[in-house]
């Protein structure tokens, strides 16, 4: 990983953005981790088309708390039809990362992809339930540990 990489990713595991809970949030979605039980929630806030705030609480490991601040980081003011194309593309370019780190960016997305549901659904029943969506990518959390912590110079 290079340093300026490493740097950001640091930033936001010792800083994450965007955790907690929001306190009446517009909707609320939950990504689950069948395997090991990890999960993640999504509060949005919308206003109009637009997310005017968004925040997320994870059960998981720190490179999905890292996930979680990126994303939030990067949605957050965007409209829904731009969050959720900047979601597909987050995802189309998961085969490129190790597993481990495609899961826990997946559980982020999921989560939200649940909130988004939960949006929806909430127009026609204010007291719809709680959305959750199952990852489909594989975790390793001892593996993604050791590497997010490996800071080993192998140039």
Do not use: W
């Not at 708390?65 to 995802?91: C, N, P, Y």
């Not at 190790?98 to 909130?115: D, I, M």
């Amino acid at each position: 990983m290079d340093k300026e990489l490493y740097d950001i990713t640091m930033d936001h595991m010792m800083n994450p953005r965007n955790y907690g809970k929001l306190e009446n949030p517009d909707a609320t979605g939950i990504g689950k981790n069948p395997e090991n039980g990890e999960m993640v929630i999504v509060y949005l806030k919308v206003e109009g088309d637009t997310i005017t705030d968004i925040a997320f609480q994870a059960k998981a490991c720190m490179t999905t708390i890292v996930a979680g601040s990126v994303f939030t980081e990067t949605i957050k003011g965007a409209t829904l039809e731009e969050a959720k194309e900047l979601t597909k593309i987050m995802l189309s370019k998961l085969d490129r990362v190790s597993p481990e780190e495609a899961a826990c960016t997946e559980l982020v997305a999921e989560a939200f992809y649940a909130a988004l549901e939960h949006l929806e659904a909430r127009k026609s029943d204010p007291d719809a339930l709680v959305p959750t969506r199952m990852i489909t990518q594989r975790c390793d959390p001892d593996a993604m540990g050791k590497q997010l912590f490996d800071n080993t110079d192998q140039g």
